[in-house]
Nanobody
Framework: QVQLVESGGGLVQAGASLRLSCVAS????????MAWFRQSPGKEREFVAA????????PYADSVKGRFTISRDNDMNTAYLEMNRLKPEDTAVYYC?????????????WGQGTQVTVSS
């Protein structure tokens, strides 16, 4: 079965950087899009960024555009989220998700999440 395992979260000060990783297993990684979502207490889960199968299409939420970069390594079965100039409002549990196919569309599988806490 498909498994997604996130890592890289932590506690940082505002302005710092973090890189999240999501290692996928269970099916051919390069055939599926990947995405990052986040959820903070009392709020609904929100889209952060996505990457299509080739890495050529990378939409972002307006709140992270210019600060976060999503990427993927199809040889390593891994998706990344590079987060720069972090703000306290970026505090959330970050989840990676794998798409139904290679395009930017619905997501079938989800990881368990990694906590990111940004102090002011």
């Amino acid at each position: 079965q498909v498994q997604l395992v996130e890592s890289g979260g932590g506690l940082v000060q505002a302005g710092a950087s973090l890189r999240l990783s999501c290692v996928a297993s269970g099916r051919t990684f390069k055939f599926h899009s990947m995405a990052w979502f986040r959820q903070s207490p009392g709020k609904e889960r929100e889209f952060v960024a996505a990457v299509n199968w080739s890495g050529g299409i990378t939409p972002y939420a307006d709140s992270v555009k210019g600060r976060f970069t999503i990427s993927r390594d199809n040889d390593m079965n891994t998706a990344y989220l590079e987060m720069n100039r972090l703000k306290p409002e970026d505090t959330a549990v970050y989840y990676c998700a794998q798409g139904r196919d290679g395009g930017i569309n619905e997501y079938e599988y989800w990881g368990q999440g990694t906590q990111v806490t940004v102090s002011s």
